[in-house]
């Protein structure tokens, strides 16, 4: 299965569009799906004319119902966002994207929400539309993150039953209000993949050590001793499980982007197998 | 102004250049081991605002710099400074009874060695002098601060004979005594007084001079026979601890030879102590250097491992 499957099999998809996978749900589109007896009330313009002359009796060509999928983005590009242990969790994020952007099909058109607004403002189709959307995500200069503008642009103009990712990490994710959240996720398809701590499995200091703030510049002098880094790295386990809690309570799908695999987010968020993007 | 050496100005000129090429270059150093981090509000609100090394760290640092600072200005200190002018004389019984066993060798013997050690131990600058008494008291050893010579006299002592005439001892010790500096009478005996002068008298008197006397009372509990006699070596302990008491000093009751080692070494010091200003800018420079030298080892040795 692939991600655009899985997005119009997913139970988070909004129910607008009728529902259903594309097998089950047969309509106008393009794509041919089978022949079978004409019924009536049939669009005589479906009927297949070679097969009924070889049949002998009426044919209709059954097409799958063709459905165009918006995939938009919000990405966090802040100073944050470039640490990592050994690759920045903005790379990570970056191949996130791609593969987002990279699973819309035929008309379906890809968004960046940026904080100046959606790019490209009309949502192009293909290949050429992800392009642009990813281009633009990536040309986003660094700077303060404000994931609730962001959501509220989204909410501005996405059009119902998009599917919304939103890639950040566990700060910013923390200053994201619930109510938005759950506003947007009843009428969005969406999907938060939330940027692991890098430092979650073993912060890598001993003794005093200086940290500076990648956001404000503060610098801070502290003594790192095993008491301080076995509470930090619970802390941060917790933040990162409650924060997965919270998204899921306000109705989103939710991945962890790991610095080593951006991709692996959007696997397990939604529970299709990681080689299915390679 | 006018410069001897004008050709130094480039020398001043390249080690300013140098100082501020190696400051640029210790910030760098410093940023490039700072390690970035994300959100230092969770960072405080995990391991809690007080952070008792680091202040501990600053402090030592604020500590050591303010000390070298303090020392440039070399500062004095009003101190307890130790004076070595104090003058003690021992007083060894000689009488018979210093012949007893009880402590081993003998009494008398014990009592040398005690001398001689406490002797040994006194601080340079202090004067000693050793008096001997038995029915009478005589100078083995007049005041001096060559402690080799006093205890080359202690083996002029005579042997164990006679009666005990504490009083004459006490009166001759003060006689040799100054009237200045500390002084000390240190009365090594075993016996009850039974000739000479009246020593309650001779200690008031000496402690009205300002002269302690310390009395060791020396031999076992039950005491024992004076060699060739049948009379018991006895001491009266009430007598020699009124005598101490009379003039300030301290009694002590010894059974043994190091009892009697560790009771000389205890008794008769008189080394003062003179409030004076002393300079202790090399002292404070020295910890102030200390302090910044831990602290820099502890930011820097003990900094995090990339």
């Known amino acids: ?278 | 102004m006018t410069l001897g050496s004008p050709a130094f100005l480039l020398v001043a000129a390249l080690l300013v250049a140098f100082g501020i090429w190696s400051l640029e270059r210790a910030r760098r150093v410093r940023d490039a081991r700072d390690l970035a981090y994300s959100d230092l509000a969770f960072l405080r609100r995990t391991l809690g605002e007080r952070d008792l090394p680091s202040a501990l760290l600053r402090a030592v640092w604020i500590v050591g710099l303010a000390l070298a600072g303090i020392a440039l200005a070399r500062p004095h200190l009003m101190l307890p400074v130790p004076i070595h002018d104090g003058a003690v004389v021992l007083c060894i019984d000689t009488s018979g009874s210093m012949a007893s066993t009880d402590i081993v060798p003998t009494r008398a013997l014990a009592a040398r060695a005690a001398a001689t050690r406490f002797i040994q131990e006194m601080a340079s600058g202090e004067r000693v002098a050793v008096v001997a008494f038995s029915g009478a008291a005589s100078v083995v050893q007049p005041l001096t601060a060559r402690h080799s010579t006093a205890i080359a006299a202690l083996d002029t002592l005579p042997a164990p004979n006679g009666p005990t005439a504490i009083g004459d001892a006490l009166a001759l010790a003060g006689s040799l005594l100054g009237q200045r500096g500390p002084r000390t009478v240190v009365l090594v005996t075993d016996g009850v007084n039974n000739t000479g002068i009246d020593p309650f008298a001779a200690a008031s008197s000496l402690g009205e001079r300002g002269i302690k006397v310390d009395t060791v009372g020396i031999g076992t509990n039950s005491g024992s026979l004076i060699p060739g006699t049948s009379e018991a070596a006895g001491i009266d302990e009430a007598a020699l601890r009124a005598y101490a008491r009379a003039s300030g000093g301290r009694f002590v009751r010894v059974e043994n030879a190091s009892e009697l080692r560790g009771a000389l070494g205890a008794l008769g010091r008189v080394t003062s102590f003179e409030r004076k200003s002393v300079d202790v800018s090399l002292g404070t420079a020295f910890v102030g250097a200390l302090l910044l030298a831990l602290a820099a080892l502890a930011a820097l040795g003990l900094g995090r491992v990339p």
């Open chain 1, 1 to 278: 299965m692939t991600l655009r499957e899985a997005l119009l099999r997913g139970r988070h998809r909004p129910r607008l569009f009728g529902g259903g996978s594309p097998t089950s749900s047969r309509g106008d589109g393009y794509e041919f799906a089978q022949l079978r007896g004409y019924v009536a009330g049939d669009d005589t313009r479906r009927i297949d004319w070679a097969a009924t002359a070889r049949s002998g009796v009426l044919q209709t060509r059954v097409m799958l119902e063709d459905i165009a999928l918006v995939f938009a983005a919000i990405c966090d590009r802040s100073r944050s966002m470039s640490l990592g242990r050994r690759r920045a969790l903005a790379e990570a994020a970056d191949d996130a994207i791609a593969a987002w952007f990279g699973a819309g099909s035929g008309e379906d058109r890809a968004i960046a929400i940026l904080a100046h607004g959606p790019v490209p403002e009309r949502a192009r189709a293909g290949r050429e539309g992800a392009a642009l959307a990813r281009e633009a995500l990536r040309g986003e200069p660094e700077g303060a993150f404000d994931p609730n503008a962001l959501l509220d642009i989204a909410g501005a103009t996405l059009p119902r039953g998009a599917a919304l990712l939103v890639v950040t990490d566990a700060s910013a994710a923390e200053r994201c209000d619930d109510v938005r959240l759950a506003e947007i996720a009843r009428r969005f398809d969406g999907t938060f993949c939330l940027a692991r701590d890098p430092w979650l499995e073993d912060f890598p200091l001993h003794g005093f050590a200086k940290l500076v703030d990648v956001e404000s510049g503060e610098r801070l002098l502290r003594w790192f001793g095993r008491r301080e880094r076995d509470a930090y790295r619970r802390a941060s386990i917790e933040r990162e499980e409650g924060l997965l809690r919270r998204l899921r309570r306000c109705g989103w799908r939710t991945g962890i982007l790991d610095e080593s695999d951006g991709v692996g987010a959007l696997a397990e968020a939604f529970g299709i197998p990681r080689g299915a993007f390679d």
